[in-house]
């Protein structure tokens, strides 16, 4: 699961956004201000950020710069109402990698976002192993040997979400919220569709395991 860091001022246009990045399969931590973005970017192991302009606290492009002063890597996409060409300079002098314009089209937005991992080479890193067992989040792929099972998208970002937080235990409603988004059509019983499937589908990994904490939810087990 891919870790998005977005900075927006504007309690409706963060909230749009969150959805959107989270029924495309991101892990969204959202700041309404500059300075809460850099208390969550100190913790926080982003894969890319998105950085609105116009904040209380700090703007962007200060945010920007202090983040680029120990960190040169992590992409950053920086999202605003000014598209004048100065105030695009300063964006990239600061230390950002793309700019969009609002109002942000979704589409453009998600592009944008998985052209800057894959130049940051984010994408073919992010593998998850547990023995010999591979979850290739690029390809939606369970690798054993020679065996590859590819997923459908929900349901492999429900398993890397469970695996990459072994014993964490997530709520249904956690689980609908971020791998399907609170707006879904979903019928309530999804996640326990979901998660019989990936069960039947690796009853016989012994590397892993979906448990079901009873009152609660579910949490994924590392066997090796």
């Not at 931590?29 to 500059?34: C, I, N």
């Not at 089209?105 to 940051?120: F, G, V």
């Amino acid at each position: 699961m891919f870790n998005i860091l977005l900075a927006e001022d504007d309690k409706n246009a963060r909230r749009y956004m969150e959805v959107i990045l989270q029924e495309n399969g991101y892990e969204v931590r959202s700041a309404k201000d500059g300075e809460e973005a850099l208390e969550i970017f100190q913790s926080l192991k982003a894969d890319c950020i998105l950085l609105d302009v116009m904040m209380p606290k700090m703007n962007g492009y200060e945010v920007a710069r202090a983040i680029r002063s120990v960190d040169e890597e992590t992409p950053i996409l920086m999202i605003t109402a000014k598209g004048e060409l100065n105030d695009r300079k300063e964006g990239f002098l600061s230390g950002t990698d793309d700019y969009m314009v609002k109002p942000v089209d979704e589409e453009e937005m998600l592009l944008r976002i998985k052209a800057l991992l894959r130049r940051s080479k984010r994408v073919t890193e992010h593998k998850l192993l547990i023995g010999d067992v591979t979850l290739d989040y690029d390809s939606l792929s369970v690798i054993k040997g020679e065996e590859v099972t590819t997923l459908p998208q929900k349901e492999f970002y429900l398993l890397y979400k469970l695996l990459s937080n072994p014993n964490k235990i997530y709520t249904r409603l956690q689980l609908m919220d971020e791998i399907w988004g609170m707006d879904t059509d979903s019928a309530d019983n999804t996640v326990n569709v979901h998660i019989n499937r990936l069960r039947n589908r690796f009853e016989n990994y012994s590397e892993f395991e979906i448990v079901t904490i009873r009152g609660l939810g579910y949490k994924g087990v590392r066997n090796v």
